[in-house]
């Protein structure tokens, strides 16, 4: 079946602007979480969504930073005027089952340079 | 709060010959303990995970990790490396209560050598 899919792959933007990161999760999966990975990182927390409870925003860095996802379907990453410390590839991964310790599904990511 | 130290940033290994990538976590609580890996261009995938019971654990591909308590580490093996095991590995850890992050180590790039 279908993974984890994300666009765009790739999105270079200019220091300032907002952009819009979008992730498909596997169809079914109540769970859905966004990471970002910064160059020689490990992967940084950024949000989770479980169903309709309140997500868990503790790993967003600033206020710059939202997310939104209607009921279990897509999700968008918004960053809002950009820095080039943004710089970096957001992951997102989805999962069957409530709880961070359940297998998490990934997607490829989308690599953000920001200039 | 959890760490992860994932003690190698680059391991080259030759073909069929074993491996060893190392991870320590840092927690005074209870611990799951993970370990994802990254084939090239593809998303990262769960190879194997520690939550209770025996602490050898078997994952996909032939590899294993082990859970050591005293030692505060999850290492994880193969005995014999293939060209296809050349990949990124991330080690993660979060609490059993399950409303806890992972926190995931650095990575260490894998390079089998032919």
């Known amino acids: 079946g279908a993974g984890v899919s994300q666009s765009p792959s790739n999105k270079v933007t200019e220091k300032g602007k907002d952009v819009e990161l979008r992730c498909d999760p596997i169809?079914?999966?109540?769970?859905l979480y966004w990471y970002r990975q910064r160059l020689g990182q490990g992967l940084e927390f950024l949000i989770y969504?479980?169903?309709?409870?309140?997500?868990?925003k503790s790993g967003l860095p600033s206020d710059r930073f939202s997310a939104e996802r209607t009921g279990e379907s897509v999700s968008t990453l918004t960053i809002q005027r950009t820095q080039q410390e943004d710089s970096a590839v957001y992951l997102c991964a989805s999962s069957p089952l409530a709880g961070y310790y359940n297998e998490q599904f990934f997607g490829p990511g989308t690599r953000l340079t920001v200039l | 709060a959890q760490s992860v130290t994932q003690l190698d940033s680059q391991v080259p290994v030759f073909e069929e010959a074993p491996v060893e990538l190392r991870c320590n976590y840092s927690s005074s609580v209870s611990v799951y303990l993970f370990w994802y890996v990254q084939y090239p261009n593809q998303g990262l995938q769960l190879l194997l995970k520690?939550?209770?019971?025996?602490?050898l654990v078997k994952g996909i591909n032939g590899f294993e990790a082990e859970f050591n308590k005293s030692q505060t580490s999850f290492h994880l093996r193969k005995p014999s490396v293939h060209i296809s095991d050349t990949a990124e590995y991330f080690c993660?850890?979060?609490?059993?209560?399950?409303?806890?992050?992972?926190?995931f180590g650095k990575g260490t790039r894998l390079s089998v050598i032919a």
């Open positions: 993660a850890v979060t609490r059993p209560s399950g409303n806890t992050p992972l926190v």
């Open positions: 169809s079914g999966h109540t769970a």
């Open positions: 969504f479980q169903g309709n409870s309140a997500p868990d």
């Open positions: 520690y939550l209770s019971g025996s602490t």
